[in-house]
T-cell receptor
């Protein structure tokens, strides 16, 4: 079982729809959770980070963490064609071990105009 | 306020040659991380460095790969005697502190092609 599971998609939705992206993980040591957006042939861009279980909102984006279920989500409201990209979830431990991020494979999102 | 810079953006090498990838972190960031992204694969952590120190290299292949972050100048990821399987996008990220879960900031990547 991989440490972080993420459906690669592609996920295609019409413009204006609410998008739900998800990751599950198996390692209880993960304490910090991030979402990155990556456009084709570009570097990942940090969208949101969160620590505790619950919701965190930033504009059209909401990150949700459920540590008891080891499940995280990213919601995008009023989706735009410019949101079309690959979305990567990333996780980090509390620093006792490796300090690198562990990524999901990414979900390819397509917003249809 | 420049972001993380990487060069070259594209690098072509023949099997057996050496590849040198450079990374300049964001201003004020002293922590550098290298990741590799293989086609159809996610980003994989390779190594974490602070100035003049390798903190964690648990993701680095045991042979042919090395990294440094000297007191002056960029961080360097060096791949000796490249093979076709080394073809990938290599990303550098930086952060102002060691952990804390506030994310790392990525550069545009170097795309290495081994012929």
């Amino acid at each position: 079982q991989k440490e972080v599971e993420q459906d690669p998609g592609p996920l295609s939705v019409p413009e204006g729809a609410i998008v739900s992206l998800n990751c599950t993980y198996s390692n209880s040591a993960f304490q910090y959770f991030m979402w990155y957006r990556q456009y084709s042939r570009k570097g990942p861009e940090l969208l949101m980070y969160t620590y505790s279980s619950g919701n965190k909102e930033d504009g059209r984006f909401t990150a949700q963490v459920d540590k008891s279920s080891k499940y995280i989500s990213l919601f995008i409201r009023d989706s735009q064609p410019s949101d079309s990209a690959t979305y990567l979830c990333a996780m980090e431990g509390s620093g006792g071990g490796a300090d690198g991020l562990t990524f999901g494979k990414g979900t390819h999102l397509i917003i249809q105009p | 306020n420049a972001g993380v810079m990487q060069n070259p953006r594209h690098l072509v090498r023949r099997r057996g040659q050496e590849a040198r990838l450079r990374c300049s972190p964001m201003k004020g960031h002293s922590h550098v991380y290298w990741y590799r992204q293989l086609p159809e694969e996610g980003l994989k952590f390779m190594v974490y460095l602070q100035k003049e120190n390798i903190i964690d290299e648990s993701g680095m292949p045991k042979e042919r790969f090395s990294a440094e972050f000297p007191k002056e100048g960029p961080s360097i990821l060096r791949i000796q005697q490249v093979v076709r399987g080394d073809s990938a996008a290599y990303f550098c990220a930086s952060s102002p502190r060691r952990t804390g879960g506030r994310g790392q900031f990525f550069g545009p990547g170097t795309r290495l092609t081994v012929l």
